[in-house]
């Protein structure tokens, strides 16, 4: 291992070729979960104040490449700045910052600005690699206060959560340092975690990132697991603390009045109705002002609608999305692929109720080994690994089995097989080299993205899905494909008559057609409610569109897409309503996608409350407000059974026994809130049946029942 890492150390100094002015160069390893290297961060630090960066990873055959340089002022923050490369997607990356006294200017792709400062201010580059963060570090250590203005707006804030002394790889030369945990906030909509030297001039030391990859500089890879281990523990402490704050537990019977009920079986809406609720499930519906007999708690709906709790069916879940999708009424996601170990956490801390979050629905992830394959779940050579991997999923509980792009053709139907002799369903992208026809006839339940259905016409035996392809090829060609061939017919057909779901991911494929400077489309409606930096994040493009015409193409295939699920629904073919992007507020953008391809508001809802649950085998509890199935309740202002934008007006959410509301949600993580009233819990007087004080004294209670039976 180290005579690997000396040779890619020496591999990589030579890649920015001899320098006489080299003062030194740090050179950090990115390791993925199951130890293989993704890439690479190397630092260049010159005798002129010069940094020079070159950054790279790839991880399921897409990843960014960045070549930066920049300078830094007496208060440690970028008076220069440039970076150039591709992004995840292939999209141009060229940005440039620059500061002179008061005055800073910036340009990019996507934006350019300008604005008069004064004191410390750090850029915030809409493409960079992780040594612009190391410059924070110690810009941030050098306030009073650890705060730091950001540009073009925000604030960054950075404070201490633990140190530890850690030790070099190479036993034979000894070498320990002490290194801290930072947790930042101000960028984005959760805090980021980084490890960092300690000293009056702290600096990157390493980025855990739990789950999927490892960050550190060479020479101290093996510290990887420990430091994972402190961060979980720290950031564990912080969200059970979020957990206290926006859990409001329902303790004792609760009457929800007034609310009128949607019927996600018919997709209509009823009269006016009384949801009781006791212990996280729902124990009676009944018509509004009937009596109320022995509840503690009454929520006034005030005649808002209620829906069932939505499912996401196609999420990548972590630690600090719930609040997201709680706060869009989204109660049940469907994750489709993590780690394993990361799940199981998330399982158990969820269900202890420290952890803000829906609850999760696993589908195991299996991948075959290749040079592009994604690095989660299980990744598997042969048929034996691969049965392994589901009787471990199987016995985990896990309903669903998820098949990716690398996974082996040769042994796909017989690893249908056994997944589904142990009872789980069978979905996934297509592998490499087969179309979709292909799985269906391995035995596929469900395709995910629209993308890898209609693939179906698009490849040839030498297409490689498993690169960008499998976005560009799409973009490029199904703008002319007909909708009305028979091989097209066929093909929805068969889909009908076998109900294969589809899970489209309609608003994560909007990126298509998303030019540098255009707002996205299904961000647009919540943009001006988001943190600054957030927004902005909403106009950068994602794929390489060089001029108006292939604009216009990717539109135009993008729009058909859109048209082609509305051909599906129609034709009886399932669908569910899945996100694969930001929790929760991409969950409402599909549905309004769902929309514009022809379905009613209602039949969007339906898709996303009774579908989920039945194809999650989650109906005997989930999916509607039925007495005996969980309390899962979503109350909206407006009606989006009409209009479906509404069901971005969460007033309140139960589930899992507690309330939560949005609103406290949204102040948390600075984004401005979608509904101005929240309704709130108010306590009903005793009746006969409620005792002053619950319990006590059993064993007198149990001498005087005694006596009593000696007199029977």
Excluded: C
């Amino acid at each position: 291992m180290l005579n690997r890492l000396s040779l890619l150390s020496l591999a990589l100094a030579a890649a920015f070729g001899a320098s006489a002015h080299a003062a030194s160069t740090t050179q950090y390893l990115i390791i993925a979960e199951n130890g293989k290297q993704i890439g690479q961060q190397v630092v260049q630090h010159e005798d002129d104040g010069l940094t020079r960066v070159r950054f790279s990873y790839k991880d399921n055959g897409r990843g960014p490449e960045l070549e930066e340089q920049f300078r830094v002022g007496a208060d440690g923050t970028m008076t220069e700045y440039t970076v150039k490369g591709s992004s995840t997607f292939g999209n141009a990356v060229n940005e440039h910052f620059e500061r002179k006294g008061d005055q800073a200017q910036w340009k990019a792709t996507s934006e350019q600005g300008s604005k008069t400062v004064s004191g410390p201010a750090a850029y915030l580059p809409l493409n960079s690699s992780f040594e612009v963060v190391s410059a924070n570090i110690t810009a941030l250590a050098a306030t009073p206060d650890g705060k730091l203005p950001l540009l073009p707006s925000g604030t960054l804030s950075q404070r201490v959560l633990d140190t530890v002394e850690v030790t070099g790889d190479d036993p034979a030369h000894p070498q320990t340092q002490t290194v801290q945990l930072l947790a930042q906030t101000g960028i984005g909509l959760s805090p980021s975690f980084y490890w960092a030297t300690t000293g009056a001039k702290p600096r990157l030391f390493g980025v855990v990132i739990p789950g999927f990859a490892t960050i550190l500089e060479q020479g101290w890879q093996h510290n990887g697991a420990a430091l994972a281990a402190r961060q979980k523990a720290a950031e564990s402490k912080m969200l059970a603390d979020v957990a206290t704050q926006l859990q409001h537990p329902l303790t004792g019977l609760t009457v929800v009045r007034n609310a009128r009920v949607f019927d996600s079986e018919k997709a209509t809406v009823g009269a006016p109705s009384d949801v009781y609720v006791l212990r996280g499930r729902i124990t009676a519906v009944l018509p509004a002002g009937a009596p109320v007999r022995g509840a503690v708690n009454q929520i006034d709906a005030a005649g808002r609608i209620m829906l069932p709790g939505l499912f996401d069916m196609h999420g990548h879940v972590d630690r600090w999305s719930g609040a997201l999708n709680l706060a869009a009424g989204v109660t049940s996601v469907r994750d489709m692929g993590n780690d394993n170990a990361q799940m199981q956490q998330m399982l158990d801390e969820t269900i202890a109720g420290t952890l803000l979050a829906p609850q999760v629905v696993p589908a195991g992830f299996l991948e075959g080994e290749s040079p592009y394959s994604a690095n989660g779940g299980f990744v598997i050579k042969d048929l034996a690994q691969a049965r392994n991997a589901i009787d471990w999923y199987a016995e985990h509980g896990y309903p669903q089995l998820k098949i990716y792009n690398s996974f082996p053709k040769a042994i796909l139907k017989e690893t249908v097989a056994y997944a589904h002799s142990r009872g789980m369903r069978v979905s996934g992208h297509i592998p490499a080299g087969l179309r979709a026809q292909q799985a269906l006839d391995a035995g596929y339940d469900e395709i995910q993205h629209i993308n890898q259905v209609l693939l179906n016409f698009l490849v040839t035996p030498t297409t490689e899905t498993r690169t960008l392809e499998r976005f560009t090829l799409p973009a490029e060609k199904v703008a002319g494909l007909d909708f009305n061939a028979k091989p097209v017919k066929d093909y929805v057909a068969e889909l009908a008559k076998k109900q294969i779901s589809i899970d489209p991911t309609l608003s994560a494929f909007a990126f298509l057609k998303q030019r540098d400077g255009d707002m996205s489309e299904p961000f647009g409606p919540v943009a001006d409610h988001m943190p600054p930096d957030v927004k902005r994040g909403f106009s950068v493009g994602t794929m390489k569109i060089a001029d108006d015409a292939t604009y216009q193409r990717y539109q135009k295939s993008y729009d058909k897409m859109v048209q082609f699920v509305g051909i599906l629904y129609r034709a009886g073919v399932p669908i569910v309503a899945g996100t694969d992007d930001l929790a929760g507020f991409t969950l409402q953008s599909e549905l309004q996608l769902l929309v514009k391809a022809g379905l009613t508001p209602a039949q969007a809802l339906q898709v996303a409350t009774r579908n989920g649950a039945r194809y999650t085998r989650t109906s005997n509890e989930r999916g509607s407000i039925t007495p005996g199935k969980l309390a899962d309740l979503v109350l909206v202002d407006g009606d989006p059974t009409r209009n479906i934008a509404d069901v971005r007006k969460v007033a309140a959410v139960i589930t899992r026994g507690y309330l939560i509301y949005p609103r406290e949600i949204d102040a948390t993580l600075g984004i401005a809130p979608f509904v101005q009233e929240q309704p709130a819990v108010q306590a009903l007087a005793p009746v006969s049946t409620n005792h002053a004080s619950a319990g006590g004294n059993d064993g007198a209670r149990a001498r005087i029942e005694a006596l009593a039976r000696q007199r029977d």
